[in-house]
């Protein structure tokens, strides 16, 4: 079974573009997580997705929003683009995210992303 | 103010010895817990998790140990392997799909 798969695996911005960000889960899963990882504060939730709806949310600012379209495949979107936004974006999948009860995220190889 | 940005902790070990990595966890409402190991230029990888019904789990080569009085978790790997070197990061779950990860720790493996 193909694992969870990112495009594009690298990026270059400038400041104040906006950029987005795909993510195909693993086959048969249905909640899509997406997480920021920087050197300087780690791996930090930004959102989740189920069912095409946002489900769960982190700490970040409304430039970073998302989608998840009907066959559980996610996109993320960052505005305005800030150098603080060069990080390593990672997406992660599991099987169907039934709140209350955790499962095991998959993680794909992440998107860096580049602001200049 | 001036982001301070994380400073590892690393692990070496020798070749064939066993590892111990560490990891204090911070919400006591957390139930989930999971290792994952990150080689340079990937994404992490699940490795081993945890219920918080359990204080102990084994996998191949490697144990996860839960201690919820003192909020702390732990990542034994026998025979230690090259392959083995890599950032691992502890991650808790308290709230549906959101994880929380730890800093990470280092391991570097000599041969």
């Known amino acids: 079974k193909a694992g969870v798969t990112q495009t594009p695996r690298y990026l270059i911005k400038t400041r104040g573009q906006q950029v987005t960000l795909s993510c195909s889960p693993i086959?048969?899963?249905?909640?899509v997580s997406w997480y920021q990882q920087t050197p300087g504060q780690g791996l930090q939730f930004l959102f989740e997705y189920f069912s095409e709806t946002q489900r769960n949310k982190g700490n970040f600012p409304g430039r970073f929003s998302g989608r998840q379209f009907s066959n559980s495949r996610s996109e993320m979107n960052v505005s305005t683009l800030e150098l603080g936004d060069s990080a390593l974006y990672l997406c992660a999948s599991s099987l169907t995210g039934t709140s209350g009860y955790q499962e095991t995220q998959y993680f794909g190889p992440g998107t860096r992303l580049l602001v200049l | 103010g001036e982001s301070v940005g994380l400073h590892l902790p690393t692990l070496s070990v020798q070749e064939g010895d066993n590892s111990i990595i560490n990891c204090a966890y911070s919400?006591?409402?957390?139930?989930?817990f999971i290792w994952y190991k990150q080689e340079s230029g990937k994404g992490p990888q699940f490795i081993i998790d945890?219920?918080?019904?359990?204080d102990k789990r084994q996998g191949q080569r490697v144990t996860v140990l839960l201690n919820k009085t003192v909020k702390h978790l732990s990542l034994q790997i026998a025979a230690t392997q090259p392959g083995d070197s890599a950032v691992y990061f502890c991650?808790?779950?308290?709230?549906?799909?959101?994880?929380?990860f730890g800093a990470g720790t280092i391991l570097r493996v000599k041969s």
């Open positions: 945890i219920r918080s019904n359990m």
């Open positions: 919400n006591s409402a957390s139930d989930y």
């Open positions: 991650a808790e779950n308290s709230n549906g799909n959101k994880l929380v």
């Open positions: 086959s048969g899963h249905r909640s």
